[in-house]
């Protein structure tokens, strides 16, 4: 961990990387809490930010450079183009061949239908790590607390209405997703 520690301290921005310690800190718990492995979930949170200090033609140039699968929305959302480099330079960069570290790292933003608990985690700590203080963020804790699917329900039904408040564009997937999570309540 020392050693991905030091390379990424060297990519991002000092809000970036302390943002990712606290995200990787609050991962770490959750991993504990619900029985999953603390170094892959470590990891991925270290690691899901690693390029969102790169600028816009940096990420482009990534995406060309290593034929970095994306879709139109997200080769024109910076915010949404981190993640996909992200992954992609986990395992160049910091030589992550796990698939579902990188799965974490590259569904982050957006999440993804059927994840797995350690994105789920990454996902979720991503959201309600110490530093982050925006509306919904207490009642977000108090459900991963409890349950990681009820965390991810509770965050896709925060952010979705909040992006469509900003005016800005929606990933399908992220739609997707929380349809995904609302049927997955209805069979039980």
């Known amino acids: 961990m020392d050693n991905l520690k030091k390379k990424l301290r060297r990519m991002l921005s000092n809000q970036t990387y302390a943002h990712s310690l606290s995200t990787c800190e609050t ?15 470590g990891t991925a949170a270290l ?64 999440a993804a239908p059927a994840m797995s608990t350690i994105a789920k985690i990454i996902y979720v700590a991503d959201f309600i790590e110490l530093a982050r203080g925006h509306k919904g963020v207490v009642d977000a804790r108090k459900a ?16 979705i209405p909040y992006l469509v408040k900003k005016k800005v564009l929606i990933h399908p997937r992220s739609v997707k997703t929380l349809n995904w999570f609302l049927e997955k309540e209805e069979k039980k």
């Open 27 to 41: 991962a770490l718990d959750l991993a504990r809490r619900f029985g999953t492995s603390e170094e892959k979930v």
């Open 144 to 159: 991963a607390e409890k349950d990681i699917n009820k965390a991810m329900l509770f965050i896709l039904r925060k952010k």
């Open 47 to 110: 690691l899901h930010d690693c390029a969102k200090s790169m600028s816009y033609d940096e990420l482009v140039y990534n995406v060309q450079k290593y034929k970095i699968p994306v879709d139109k929305l997200e080769l024109k959302t910076e915010s949404l183009l981190h993640a996909p480099v992200g992954k992609k330079l986990a395992s160049v960069l910091f030589g992550i061949t796990d698939p579902q570290i990188l799965s974490a790292i590259r569904y982050h933003t957006t």
